[in-house]
């Protein structure tokens, strides 16, 4: 029959990369690179809830232990506590909001990895032996290219990208401006 021709098992995408000449990043140096990235770049204390708790229960166990002998009574001396201690925290707030609207403080939140697929590869942002290995990667194997970045506060702080195919992932290279950080090889 016409139709009857071996069919080539698919091969995986280390084999791929391996056929083009081409070692990749290995994705320890990725996670690595990414858990470093995320220690350096922490979210600023004051954009979390959690100092306001604490400022909370301070300012109430020291009010409550000030007023405990006025009111002789542990219910009294809690509803005045929770009453005072919200208050002094409502107020310790908004000064510290309006020192940090008039001094012009930036307060970053935590930052975020956002991965997408790539829709060109001519970025001039990319530094260009990391380009260069891209285009050899898609003019000659099957695949899409997803970039991923670390964003704090809409600011891209530190590219990667990877080549993907049926679900395998090969990191090609990460970046930090003009820097290169680690890049696949060409044999």
């Known amino acids: ?17 391996a056929m083009l000449g081409i070692t990749p990043v290995p994705m320890e140096t990725l996670t690595r690179h990414k858990a470093e990235q995320e220690r350096l770049h922490r979210a600023h204390l004051l954009s979390t809830p959690w100092p306001l708790l604490g400022l909370y229960a301070v300012v109430s166990a020291l009010i409550g232990c000030m007023m405990f002998p006025r009111f002789h009574s542990l219910v ?12 002094l925290t409502l ?19 935590k930052p975020t990895w956002v991965e997408f697929e790539a829709m060109a590869f001519h970025d001039p942002m990319m530094p260009p032996s990391i380009r260069a290995i891209i285009r050899d990667v ?38 930090a401006g003009s820097e290169v950080i680690a890049c696949a090889e060409t044999i």
């Open 138 to 175: 898609r003019r000659n194997m099957p695949g899409y290219v997803v970039i991923g970045e670390l964003r704090q506060k809409e600011v891209v702080l530190d590219p990667y990208v990877l080549i993907v195919q049926n679900g395998e992932r090969a990191c090609l290279g990460i970046w």
């Open 76 to 87: 009294a001396t809690a509803l005045f506590t929770m009453a005072v201690g919200g208050l």
């Open 91 to 109: 107020v310790v707030v908004a000064l510290v909001g309006t020192y940090i609207t008039l001094m012009d403080i930036t307060i970053y939140g």
């Open 1 to 17: 029959m016409p139709f009857d021709v071996l069919i080539d098992k698919p091969v995986n995408l280390n084999d791929h990369l």
